[in-house]
């Protein structure tokens, strides 16, 4: 990620509080990397893409890695502790697939660069979930490498207390909501949901996904226009897909049969 040794800062107005990206003071031998902050909430996302598809690849090597950190809670472990790195939690691969899902089937099919994403936060005030800054983090992280990602995404988490919806609910106010829902999505449409309720009626989650996809727009105006004002150069790519006659010829035979088996 060539900046010139420029420091970057974009913010907006996500939902009442104020959201920004910095870029270029952190992660700079990185292809893509963003510092967002939200009240005292503070995530880093990097991201780094292969150049070439290794001999052999026959899949989309997408990692996402969400590191679970008990300094950004203010605890600093003692010398009882053990210092090595240990498996991640369970909390922390939960948060690392819910980045990873939204943001998968963003980039084109055939495309088989490794793509590596690390979500790390730095402070939490628990005034948002870290895995809603960590999804808006990871998307402008891919933003700023050039790769064919049609993105951007973005997301928000709904909640309900006294049948009034609330975007980004504080924790506090998470243990008294009787509705969680997880939204990502792009500018057009929403892309993954996350979450659970306690007897809430199809119209209250309707609803609640339109106030989402409303809400998500100012984190993907913001990271479009960061995009465009730091001037981020495509990347040359080769799709890796299988012969046009093989596939034809296979599409061809299973037409009108795979349907009427499954269903069967």
Same mark, same amino acid.
């Given at each position: 990620?060539?900046?010139?040794?420029?420091?970057?800062?974009?913010? =907006?107005?996500?939902?009442?509080?104020?959201?920004?990206?910095? %870029?270029?003071?952190?992660?700079?031998?990185?292809?893509?990397?963003?510092?967002? *902050?939200?009240?005292?909430?503070?995530?880093?996302?990097?991201?780094?893409?292969?150049?070439?598809?290794?001999?052999?690849?026959?899949?989309?090597?997408?990692? %996402?890695?969400?590191?679970?950190?008990?300094?950004?809670?203010?605890?600093?472990?003692?010398? *009882?502790?053990?210092?090595?790195?240990?498996?991640?939690?369970?909390?922390?691969?939960?948060?690392?697939?819910?980045?990873? *899902?939204?943001?998968?089937?963003?980039?084109?099919?055939?495309?088989?660069?490794?793509?590596?994403?690390?979500?790390?936060?730095?402070?939490?005030?628990?005034?948002?979930?870290?895995?809603?800054?960590?999804?808006?983090?990871?998307?402008?992280?891919?933003?700023?490498?050039?790769?064919?990602?049609?993105?951007?995404?973005?997301?928000?988490?709904?909640?309900?207390?006294?049948?009034?919806?609330? %975007?980004?609910?504080?924790?506090?106010?998470?243990?008294?909501?009787?509705?969680?829902?997880?939204?990502?999505? =792009?500018?057009?449409?929403?892309?993954?949901?996350?979450?659970?309720?306690?007897?809430?009626?199809?119209?209250?989650?309707?609803?609640?996904?339109?106030?989402?996809?409303?809400?998500?727009?100012?984190?993907?105006?913001?990271?479009?226009?960061?995009?465009?004002?730091?001037?981020?150069?495509?990347?040359?790519? =080769?799709?890796?897909?299988?012969?046009?006659?093989?596939?034809?010829?296979?599409?061809?035979?299973?037409?009108?049969?795979?349907?009427?088996?499954?269903?069967?």
């Amino acid at each position: 990620m060539n900046l010139n040794g420029k420091v970057s800062l974009f913010e =907006t107005d996500f939902n009442g509080t104020k959201m920004s990206f910095e %870029v270029g003071k952190m992660g700079l031998l990185t292809d893509g990397a963003v510092v967002v *902050r939200y009240n005292d909430s503070v995530v880093l996302a990097t991201a780094v893409i292969s150049k070439k598809v290794k001999e052999g690849q026959d899949f989309f090597p997408l990692s %996402v890695e969400f590191q679970d950190k008990w300094y950004a809670t203010g605890k600093i472990s003692g010398s *009882r502790f053990i210092k090595r790195e240990g498996r991640p939690s369970e909390l922390a691969i939960l948060r690392s697939r819910m980045i990873d *899902r939204p943001i998968r089937p963003m980039f084109p099919k055939g495309y088989l660069n490794e793509v590596q994403i690390i979500v790390s936060p730095l402070s939490l005030d628990y005034t948002i979930d870290p895995v809603v800054l960590g999804l808006n983090a990871a998307s402008a992280a891919l933003m700023l490498t050039g790769a064919p990602f049609e993105g951007p995404i973005a997301a928000v988490r709904v909640g309900r207390i006294d049948d009034q919806f609330i %975007v980004n609910p504080t924790n506090e106010q998470e243990n008294l909501s009787d509705l969680d829902l997880l939204v990502a999505g =792009t500018a057009e449409a929403i892309t993954m949901i996350e979450g659970g309720a306690s007897q809430v009626v199809e119209e209250e989650i309707t609803k609640a996904l339109e106030l989402a996809q409303k809400s998500i727009q100012p984190s993907i105006e913001l990271q479009k226009k960061m995009a465009a004002e730091l001037q981020i150069e495509a990347r040359e790519y =080769t799709l890796q897909l299988p012969d046009e006659e093989l596939y034809q010829e296979v599409a061809s035979f299973l037409a009108g049969k795979l349907g009427e088996s499954i269903r069967s």
